[in-house]
């Protein structure tokens, strides 16, 4: 992907020579050179070029002119090409990356521009590794719909449908939850509150701070005393409540769980 690159002088000759300069750089693309202030405002608004080469004085007003009538989101790199050697602190002030002084060499030009170049590539890196990690999260986490009966995760670039009565339990597990099902679970980022309120209209149970069940795949239920159950699911787990969870477990405990005691 080529580097969008605009030119804004007033001199003929000056926006030539950096036309000229820029053209030698296969991964530089120009996408307009205009000589005023107000043709540079609405090409820097329409194009949005990722570098500018931005003369300071120029017929009808200043390069911070320009600057100064621009979106603040957008945040180009600026190289300032002037002949006044007075105005540096304002450009810096300004994000300028470099001040070049006319007249210049080439290899001044070219130093100036591969600094551009490497902010706009580390800029690049780092929204191509955001978009990573926001990948990576999107296909780890589930999405829900309070109306429906299935939970969908994507795994890996697939959608996976999980039926609410197919969910033996959820376990807490650091950062991380899990969906047991009969035989295998996923792992993915959701804390326990939140799925207690999600959960909280269908016929799960949470029976301690680390494990909310399925009230259809409990087989049996055993006191153990001291305010503490064993539940046995269908998946042949065996989970000890918590006692802080006594009163809300023996609310839930209907005849279609065998309790023994």
Same mark, same amino acid.
């Given at each position: 992907m080529k580097?969008?690159?605009a ?9 030539s020579?950096?036309k ?9 693309k120009?996408v307009g ?6 043709e540079?405002v +609405?090409?820097? =608004?329409?194009k &949005?070029?990722?570098?500018i080469?931005l @003369? ?5 007003? $200043?390069?911070?002119?320009v ?9 180009p790199y600026i190289?300032?090409i ?11 002030e300004h994000?300028?990356?470099?001040y ?6 080439n290899?001044r030009f ?8 490497e902010?706009? +590539?580390l800029? =690049?890196?780092? &929204?191509?590794n955001?978009?990573?990690? @926001?990948?990576?999260?999107?296909q780890? $986490?589930p999405t829900?719909?309070d109306q ?25 597990n ?12 996923y ?17 799960f149970?949470?029976?301690?701070r680390?494990f909310i069940l ?6 049996h ?5 001291k305010?503490e ?12 409540s918590?006692?802080?969870?006594s009163?809300v477990?023996?609310?839930h405990l ?8």
């Amino acid at each position: 992907m080529k580097i969008s690159t605009a030119i804004i002088d007033d001199e003929p000759y000056a926006r030539s020579r950096v036309k000229k300069l820029l053209q030698l750089d296969e991964e530089i693309k120009i996408v307009g050179e205009v000589s005023t202030e107000e043709e540079a405002v +609405n090409l820097l =608004r329409l194009k &949005k070029p990722e570098i500018i080469f931005l @003369d300071i004085k120029m017929s009808d007003g $200043t390069g911070f002119d320009v600057l100064s009538r621009l979106d603040a989101e957008y945040k180009p790199y600026i190289i300032f090409i002037t002949a006044y050697d007075d105005y540096a602190l304002k450009a810096f002030e300004h994000n300028a990356i470099d001040y070049i002084l006319k007249p210049f060499d080439n290899s001044r030009f070219f130093k100036a521009l591969e600094k551009a170049k490497e902010f706009y +590539n580390l800029k =690049r890196s780092s &929204k191509i590794n955001q978009q990573i990690s @926001d990948l990576i999260n999107d296909q780890a $986490t589930p999405t829900y719909d309070d109306q429906a009966t299935q939970i969908k995760i994507t795994e890996k670039g697939w959608d996976i449908f999980i039926d609410y009565a197919d969910i033996v339990m959820l376990e807490s597990n650091g950062n991380y939850c899990k969906i047991h099902l009969a035989s295998k679970f996923y792992l993915y980022k959701k804390t326990m509150k939140e799925l207690t309120e999600l959960l909280s209209s269908l016929e799960f149970l949470r029976i301690h701070r680390s494990f909310i069940l399925n009230l259809n795949h409990i087989i049996h239920v055993k006191y153990l005393g001291k305010s503490e159950y064993e539940f046995e699911l269908s998946n042949s787990s065996r989970i000890t409540s918590g006692r802080s969870y006594s009163d809300v477990i023996k609310n839930h405990l209907s005849p279609k769980i065998s309790t023994q005691g």
